[in-house]
Every structure is written in C-alpha cells, then in structure tokens.
C-alpha cells in the first residue's frame, strides 16, 4: 500500500513538471515573436473594433433595430456608434412597424439621458430622420423631393387606438416637421398608437390647408408653426392649457378650452388665402378670453369698423368682454404711431389685471392697407371699462423701435391715459443690427410743475443701459 501511493505522488509531480515546462515554452515562443506581446493580449485583442467609425456604423446599420441597439452594450468603444446614425431601407408602409421597433429596442436598453437617431430611407427619395430624446420625447423630420408639394387636408385623431407596448405608451411629446401628403396617412396612423401624449408641434408642411385635430381630454399643448398653405384650422381639446399659432391668420375654431392659460397667436403674416372676417376673429378672441399669457398683433384692431358691424352686435351685447385673468400681454405691429397707439391703450383697458406688457416692431410684420382708423374697439372699451386704470403693470417691455420718439410717445399715452402706477420700461432699440437693453422708469410729473417744463421734455427717467 505505502508503495502504491509513493508511486502515485512521483507520478502526479511528474505531471506538474511537464505542464510548467509547456507553459514556460509557450511564453518563450510568443515573446520570440514579440516581447511585448502577452498571451492575454493576445486573446483579448479586438481586430473590429479598430476599424474606421464610419465601417462600423455601415455594419450596425445592417442589423436589425434591436440588434444594432444592443451593439452599444459591448464595449466603450461600441457604446455611442449606434447613435451616429443608424440608415435602414425600406417602403412607406412599414414607417410604423419601424418607429415601433425604434422605440422598442431602446425602451429595453432603458438608455435614459442619450439621443438616439434613426435614418429611414424610402421610397425614391424620401427620407425620414427620427431622433429620441429620455424616452419621453419624439421627432419625426420627413424630407420629401417634391418641387411643387400636393395640397392635402389633415385630420388628426389622437388617443383613438390602445398601444400594445410600452413604449408607444411612454411618448409625451411628438415633434413633427415638413409632413407632406404623401406621408400624412402614415403619421396619422402611428400618432393614433401615443395614447398618453401631451405635446404635440406641427412645423412647416408644405402643402397643408386644412387641419383639423380631435384630442380628447388628454393634449396638454398645441403648436403650429409656419405651415404657409392653412387656411383652417380646428382644434377639440378639452384639457388644452397651452396653443401656439404662427402664419397666415386662418379660420380658426377652437371649441370648448376652458382650461386654456397660454395663447400665442402670431399673425403677422396678414390674413390667408381669404377674405378676412371679423366674425371669427371674435370667436376666436372668446376662446382665449380667460388665458393669462396671451400673444396678438396691432393690426387686427386696425380693421375698419364698417368691417365690424356685422358681429357688432354680438359682442356690444355681451358687454362683459374683459381679459380678466390676463396677466401677460405681448403685442406685435409694424410700427407704433398714435392710432396704433390708440389701438394698443383700448385693448389694455379690457385686461385690468394686466402686469407684464411686451411689445415687438416688426417692419416686415402685415400692414392693413385701410387708411381709415379703427374706433369699434376705442369705442367699446370706453363702454366696459371708461374708468379702467391698469393698478397692477409693473413692466413694459419695447422691442424694436428704431425711433425714440415712438417710445417716448408710448410712454407718454400710458402714463395719461391707462396706468396709474409707474412701470419699469426696459427698451431694446436696434443699432446697427445689435439691441442693448435700456431700463427705465415711467414717472408721473405733477401738474404744476409739467406747466414749466418744456412740451419735448419725456416723461422717462433712465437708469441704466447694458
């Protein structure tokens, strides 16, 4: 027995012998070929992911989303090649199918904080560039090689279909730029998938003429920017706190927003492709009657009363058509003379709570060609509110003017005629093609001294100009 298990340990020291003397002239030979080379560097050494950023990212593009996603979990070096751009091919109709994988695949990475692109190309020449932001917002840009676009209508259905995933149920915001008629189908489809969305913008189609959105109770916030074809536009949400219009001044209807807050509605662009009517402007002006933050331009109270006298009725009738919740006040013209003036001073008396009013020249901004005055809004507030004195304005804001009379001229009319507190002004003249900030204060001057003091004199102390 002793002898057997003495035999057995020379055996098993023999064997250790010879795996040392194999492994001593493994290392021998690699460093033969390389003294710096290592075993372990050697079989640690990544020949693909030393190629070029731009053969990479071809190879990540010919794998499938969900694939090409998961590539960003080998390696540092792998981590943000799939977020360069990511080129898949395909046809129109399989838009959604691709945006879903989109979302799918990065959903389940929860990569949180990172921008992730997608290029899908289809068609001939259509191109759409996606991009997602916290896996809460979305935009979708469609280019379309199309010379003279096709003019279409649009009626968006929002929360009409219950997603089958969660990540369709995660967008709050959808961005959507230079949908044409070809792709509106497809949009309209994937848009009815976003069950909880919140936020949708609507930026330069080409071609729109008619837009109509039904939301439910569920859109938050409405934007609409520089579509130049609109002529109508109507809007249901019944929750929408915030609409953001810019173009053409169209038919617009907006039905039933009693929790409206936030109004932008910047037509300086002038009326659309027709005839412009007072009727709907005052809908219009109804519907964002209890807004705090409202955006208007001067001229669509420069409009002749003869033009008015159809509605006149309506809102003579009312007799309680005051912006008492407004609080903000931003108002756009082409310039500020005394019946602009005029203009601007009978509107502010309809809002009596007002405290901040910001107002923009714009030359380029539209011009009513009428060379009468306007007096129905004059003469209106001067029947609801003839006593109205702002007590509340702390601060008017000028944009714009390239002549400091205007701005004293302004100035001089509030203070006669609708404050009756002193407000910081803050002017931002243009000077060869740069603003400077200039804060000042308007400041009552009493009667007895105003009778000694020159008629040039202005009513604006400065303070100080950055």
Request: positive net charge; contains cysteine.
């Given at each position: 027995?002793?002898?057997?298990?003495?035999?057995?340990?020379?055996?098993?020291?023999?064997?250790?012998?010879?795996?040392?003397?194999?492994?001593?002239?493994?290392?021998?030979?690699?460093?033969?070929?390389?003294?710096?080379?290592?075993?372990?560097?050697?079989?640690?050494?990544?020949?693909?992911?030393?190629?070029?950023?731009?053969?990479?990212?071809?190879?990540?593009?010919?794998?499938?989303?969900?694939?090409?996603?998961?590539?960003?979990?080998?390696?540092?070096?792998?981590?943000?090649?799939?977020?360069?751009?990511?080129?898949?091919?395909?046809?129109?109709?399989?838009?959604?199918?691709?945006?879903?994988?989109?979302?799918?695949?990065?959903?389940?990475?929860?990569?949180?904080?990172?921008?992730?692109?997608?290029?899908?190309?289809?068609?001939?020449?259509?191109?759409?560039?996606?991009?997602?932001?916290?896996?809460?917002?979305?935009?979708?840009?469609?280019?379309?090689?199309?010379?003279?676009?096709?003019?279409?209508?649009?009626?968006?259905?929002?929360?009409?279909?219950?997603?089958?995933?969660?990540?369709?149920?995660?967008?709050?915001?959808?961005?959507?730029?230079?949908?044409?008629?070809?792709?509106?189908?497809?949009?309209?489809?994937?848009?009815?998938?976003?069950?909880?969305?919140?936020?949708?913008?609507?930026?330069?189609?080409?071609?729109?003429?008619?837009?109509?959105?039904?939301?439910?109770?569920?859109l938050r916030s409405l934007t609409v920017l520089d579509c130049p074809q609109l002529n109508d536009v109507y809007v249901f949400s019944y929750k929408l706190q915030k609409i953001q219009f810019r173009g053409w001044l169209p038919w617009f209807w907006i039905k039933y927003a009693p929790y409206l807050e936030d109004a932008m509605l910047d037509f300086r662009e002038g009326p659309a492709h027709h005839p412009f009517s007072c009727e709907n402007l005052l809908s219009?002006?109804?519907?964002?009657?209890?807004?705090?933050?409202?955006?208007?331009?001067?001229?669509?109270?420069?409009?002749?009363?003869?033009?008015?006298?159809?509605?006149?009725?309506?809102?003579?009738?009312?007799?309680?058509?005051?912006?008492?919740?407004?609080?903000?006040?931003?108002?756009?013209?082409?310039?500020?003379?005394?019946?602009?003036?005029?203009?601007?001073?009978?509107?502010?008396?309809?809002?009596?709570?007002?405290?901040?009013?910001?107002?923009?020249?714009?030359?380029?901004?539209?011009?009513?060609?009428?060379?009468?005055?306007?007096?129905?809004?004059?003469?209106?507030?001067?029947?609801?509110?003839?006593?109205?004195?702002?007590?509340?304005?702390?601060?008017?804001?000028?944009?714009?003017?390239?002549?400091?009379?205007?701005?004293?001229?302004?100035?001089?009319?509030?203070l006669e005629k609708v404050v009756s507190t002193e407000p910081i002004i803050i002017t931002a003249p243009k000077e060869n093609g740069c603003s400077k900030n200039c804060t000042q204060k308007l400041v009552k001057i009493p009667h007895s001294k105003a009778k000694h003091q020159q008629r040039t004199q202005p009513s604006l102390t400065e303070r100080d100009c950055i």
């Amino acid at each position: 027995m002793g002898k057997k298990l003495r035999k057995k340990k020379k055996n098993n020291k023999n064997k250790s012998r010879k795996k040392k003397q194999n492994q001593n002239e493994n290392k021998s030979c690699f460093n033969s070929e390389n003294p710096n080379l290592t075993r372990n560097s050697v079989v640690e050494e990544d020949l693909i992911s030393r190629l070029p950023d731009e053969i990479l990212c071809r190879i990540i593009s010919l794998l499938p989303t969900r694939s090409a996603a998961q590539t960003s979990l080998l390696s540092t070096r792998w981590r943000n090649l799939w977020s360069k751009v990511l080129v898949l091919h395909g046809r129109i109709e399989e838009i959604v199918q691709v945006i879903t994988a989109f979302l799918d695949a990065f959903e389940e990475l929860d990569l949180l904080g990172q921008c992730r692109w997608l290029q899908y190309q289809f068609g001939q020449s259509g191109i759409l560039l996606a991009r997602i932001q916290d896996n809460k917002e979305l935009h979708l840009d469609f280019h379309e090689n199309q010379e003279t676009p096709k003019n279409f209508d649009w009626h968006l259905k929002l929360h009409c279909i219950e997603p089958s995933n969660f990540s369709l149920s995660s967008i709050k915001v959808l961005c959507l730029t230079s949908v044409g008629s070809l792709t509106k189908e497809t949009v309209s489809s994937l848009i009815s998938r976003f069950n909880h969305l919140e936020s949708l913008e609507i930026v330069e189609c080409r071609g729109l003429q008619s837009l109509r959105i039904d939301a439910g109770s569920k859109l938050r916030s409405l934007t609409v920017l520089d579509c130049p074809q609109l002529n109508d536009v109507y809007v249901f949400s019944y929750k929408l706190q915030k609409i953001q219009f810019r173009g053409w001044l169209p038919w617009f209807w907006i039905k039933y927003a009693p929790y409206l807050e936030d109004a932008m509605l910047d037509f300086r662009e002038g009326p659309a492709h027709h005839p412009f009517s007072c009727e709907n402007l005052l809908s219009l002006l109804l519907a964002v009657a209890n807004v705090k933050i409202l955006t208007l331009c001067g001229w669509l109270f420069k409009v002749p009363i003869p033009r008015w006298l159809p509605s006149a009725g309506v809102i003579l009738g009312r007799g309680d058509f005051l912006l008492n919740n407004l609080k903000e006040l931003w108002w756009i013209d082409n310039s500020m003379e005394k019946h602009k003036i005029e203009a601007l001073a009978s509107f502010m008396k309809l809002c009596p709570y007002l405290e901040k009013l910001f107002i923009t020249i714009d030359p380029t901004s539209y011009c009513n060609p009428s060379k009468g005055h306007c007096r129905f809004w004059m003469e209106y507030s001067s029947r609801v509110a003839s006593n109205t004195r702002l007590v509340n304005l702390r601060m008017v804001k000028m944009e714009g003017f390239t002549n400091p009379e205007d701005e004293r001229l302004l100035a001089e009319y509030l203070l006669e005629k609708v404050v009756s507190t002193e407000p910081i002004i803050i002017t931002a003249p243009k000077e060869n093609g740069c603003s400077k900030n200039c804060t000042q204060k308007l400041v009552k001057i009493p009667h007895s001294k105003a009778k000694h003091q020159q008629r040039t004199q202005p009513s604006l102390t400065e303070r100080d100009c950055i």
